[in-house]
């Protein structure tokens, strides 16, 4: 391991979570500029400083030893979206994987190489690296895009499409804002179980309930109006115009898990425009959404259960393994443990 540069920050993995975006890109199904190790989800300890590095990117004192949680993205803060718009996650020159020839932060690795402008955060003493790796990117991603969204209203009726990690951080966080009903709909048991854990009011099966049934059962709960906030968390395109159907009058539907489904999906836009809708797209986290992120699994470990949403530890010999668990619908939150 070469020593880090001025600014960067050598770390050991503890753990590196596997996300669904690690199987659309195994797929093909992102393009890759070169060859990289995958992983963009981690918590470590720290084993080497580089010059310059005597806190975090929240000006917490760090040093050799300290647990941290780190976001993949470096952000160039020269383009338009970094200096003007002062929106980091639309970067369009970050600096996001590394060629697998240089240090890099893969996290499915025994150790990464943080480059300077790649912000990290000190851990809180008292707060387990299981819990705060339970949610990796998720939690991050959805407090992105609930923020885009303009946030959730306190009493509001939300339903949350996919309850995999990104479905449950959401569930979860639509539960911490005081919503009124919290409706999760999947296809898996397990991860509608976990679903419940995590706040929701309610659960509907995919595999046992019609399209029909599902929005009687939005409409009952809201007065007969339907969601204020619909969450598409899914990863598939299909959920989109069911999404568009169960969205009350004036309400937001927002969009996180179609990052990689790319293709054409009929749905009817009128939808949009005679109930006053506003559709929002969402990509990556910014800095600051991984510090509020390691923030709240340190204020609610213990009302929720992060660490048990860990279903699945997987060595780096068992990567394909891994993989294959994230699109089961068998597993809870898989992640790498070197």
Request: charged share 15%.
């Amino acid at each position: 391991m070469p020593s880090p540069s001025a600014g960067a920050v050598v770390a050991r993995v503890e753990y590196g979570g596997v996300c669904g975006s690690d199987v659309h890109m195994t797929r093909g199904e992102f393009d890759l500029p070169h060859a990289i190790v995958l992983g963009h989800e981690g918590v470590g300890v720290i084993e080497e400083l580089g010059e310059g590095v005597v806190h975090d990117y929240a000006g917490v004192a760090v040093t050799a030893g300290d647990r941290i949680y780190w976001c993949p993205i470096a952000p160039c803060h020269k383009c338009w979206y970094c200096t003007i718009e002062k929106d980091f996650s639309s970067c369009t020159q970050a600096t996001w994987f590394g060629p697998v020839d240089k240090p890099t932060w893969g996290s499915y690795a025994d150790f990464v190489t943080l480059p300077e402008g790649a912000a990290f955060f000190r851990i809180p003493d008292g707060t387990t690296s299981e819990a705060v790796i339970a949610f990796g990117c998720a939690l991050p991603a959805v407090l992105q895009g609930v923020e885009r969204a303009g946030g959730i209203k306190p009493l509001s009726h939300v339903v949350v499409q996919g309850c995999g990690p990104i479905g449950l951080a959401a569930v979860m966080l639509a539960k911490l804002s005081g919503a009124a009903t919290v409706t999760a709909i999947d296809a898996s048991p397990l991860r509608l179980r976990l679903a419940e854990q995590f706040g929701a009011t309610g659960v509907l099966d995919l595999a046992s309930t019609s399209l029909d049934e599902r929005l009687e059962r939005v409409r009952a709960v809201s007065g007969g109006r339907g969601a204020d906030l619909v969450i598409e968390a899914s990863g598939h395109r299909s959920a989109f115009p069911e999404g568009l159907g169960l969205c009350a009058r004036n309400a937001a539907y927002l969009l996180i898990g179609l990052w990689a489904s790319q293709g054409e999906q009929p749905f009817d836009p009128s939808l949009i425009v005679q109930r006053n809708l506003r559709l929002i797209g969402t990509q990556y986290a910014q800095g600051r959404h991984y510090h509020d992120a390691m923030k709240i699994v340190s204020l609610h470990h213990q009302a929720f259960p992060f660490e048990a949403l860990i279903t699945h530890r997987c060595g780096l010999h068992e990567a394909r393994q891994a993989l294959g668990l994230v699109t089961s619908g068998q597993a809870g939150k898989v992640v790498m443990r070197p």
